[in-house]
């Protein structure tokens, strides 16, 4: 700001401070609408995956604990096998393929499993039945949970999006530093604020909007509570 003050002389604009006033109140209302839109979109976005996280391992623990009302002590052990299994490649690999915009084969392949186990499943009698169907209603409620949870987690705010958020970011911190302030030191306390501010905004945003990197990261500790759940309390 000093040295566009310097060479370029921002002073003599001095008699434009009305033109530039009413330049800057529309343009940051704008500007204000549009971050506060980005911001709440990443930040629900955010919180959806986690939502969905949760739900995903509360629901691996609700699916073992139905397997036990079927009264197999066999079937029982298989399908703590697979949910152990699958839990394990989820909380080893911590959402870092997802990271990276891809999906994670290895879980795929071992949440098959469990479906193996719900499709070799036979039963004689009413009772087995009727759970068997809780299983299935169940099992179909967690995989559309899992499919959302991964769907959500490859979403991105749209490139052109960001490059207009930042654009005019940019835009609005050139505005203050080309401005003719008739004090110095004040003109340096709104620019230093202004760009303090920015930077948060940009921080936030590249944080949020990719949930498993970055200070926000979302981790797999709920998989991990199943399985502490499954193995200690049944």
Known sequence: MY????????????SDIGGLSAFVTIFGTLYGIMTAFVVFEVWN????????INKEGLGLE???????????????EKM?????????????????????????KEASRTFRKITNVIRDLSF????????????????????????ERINESLSRLPALLKVFLYASSILALCSFVVMPFTNIFYGFFAVGGLSFTLAMIFYLVEDLDNPFTG????????????LKHIEEDY
Do not use: C, M
Request: glycine share 4%; net charge positive; aromatic share 12%.
């Open 45 to 52: 976005q955010h919180n959806r995956i986690v939502e969905l």
């Open 124 to 147: 004689d009698d009413d009772h087995d039945q009727v759970v068997f169907h809780h299983i299935i209603s169940h099992y179909g409620h967690l995989s559309e949970i899992r499919t």
């Open 80 to 104: 703590k096998a697979a949910i152990n299994e699958y839990a394990q490649v989820v909380i080893k690999g911590k959402f870092q393929t997802l990271a990276k915009g891809q999906r994670n």
């Open 215 to 226: 200070f926000w990261k979302v981790t797999p500790e709920p998989f991990e509570r199943a």
């Open 62 to 76: 609700r699916l073992y604990r139905l397997t036990i009302y079927f009264r197999d002590k066999k079937l029982t």
């Open 3 to 14: 040295l566009v003050r310097t060479f370029f002389k921002t002073d003599t604009l001095l």
